[in-house]
């Protein structure tokens, strides 16, 4: 293959059989479960990396179903994210996520910088109850029950809650082991449409584990849940702020 032709061909590993397609990615039938919860500020403000700002020390756990998505096809996550701002707009920054199906982990990793690890998290109904899970091999690290549907919330109001920025801490290392890529990444949700907006009681449990430490960041208080039905378009990014410049 000629230089040309990878310049013009190539975006992704591998060369001939790329992991993901090239983007953006529509999401269908998107289903959320958000349990927002109060914890340690000194422990939060720790991971919160500069320049974002941390206003309050809530943390939002999320289960999320994705059964129908452009180029990464049928899969579940669950991960911890942070409401953050960054010159006065406020936003969230994702700390962990941990998914069941490899082309959202590569793409993930390599387009955006989401922190994306191999586990085994669930979202379902039981009964009465809307249950997430999260699993990192056979150890239960995380779960997360809410009545189903006892309240309906404001569609629009969620809807600009979604829209609003995203930002990730993107690390690509060099050949060497050295940092090749360390910035501050923004992205956007886009064309959003909620089809279903809930709350209810909930309660969230997290245990400590070595490989999956959302542990770190205890439940003192849970805040509020939301259980969010939605189709979107997962946009791609930019970058903010550059820590190797």
């Known amino acids: 293959m000629r230089e040309r032709e990878i310049r013009e061909t190539a975006f992704a590993m591998p060369l001939t059989a790329p ?15 958000v349990v927002t919860y109060r914890t ?6 720790a991971l919160v990396p500069q320049p974002l700002q941390l206003d309050e020390p809530l943390v939002k756990f999320e289960f999320i179903r ?3 998505s452009t180029g990464f096809g049928d899969y579940t996550e669950a991960g911890q994210v942070i409401p953050v701002s960054l010159d006065g707009r406020k ?12 082309p959202p982990i590569a793409g993930g990793r390599e387009l955006w910088g989401f922190p994306k690890k191999l586990a085994n998290p669930t979202l379902r109904t039981d009964i009465d109850m809307l249950v997430g899970t999260l699993d990192y091999g056979d150890v239960r690290v995380a779960t997360g029950t809410m009545g189903y549907k006892h309240r309906a919330l ?3 109001a969620v809807a600009a809650a979604l829209a609003a920025p995203n930002f990730l801490l993107k690390i690509i290392p060099h050949v060497d082991g050295t ?3 360390c910035e501050l990444v923004e992205y956007f949700l886009e064309d959003i ?3 279903g907006a809930w709350t209810g009681p909930g309660a969230l449990s997290l245990m400590p584990h070595a490989l999956a430490p959302v542990a770190e960041l205890p439940v003192l208080e849970v805040v509020s849940t939301q259980h969010l039905l939605a189709d ?12 190797l410049a």
């Open 40 to 45: 340690d500020p000194d422990k939060l403000r």
């Open 19 to 33: 992991a993901y397609p090239r983007g953006p990615y529509r999401f269908v039938d998107r289903e959320y479960f």
């Open 179 to 181: 940092p090749r890529i």
């Open 154 to 156: 404001d569609r629009e």
């Open 193 to 195: 449409t909620v089809k």
């Open 232 to 243: 979107l378009t997962l946009a791609l990014g930019t970058v903010v702020h550059d820590y």
């Open 91 to 102: 936003g969230a920054y994702t700390l962990c996520m941990f998914l069941d199906d490899h």
């Open 66 to 68: 994705m059964p129908n």
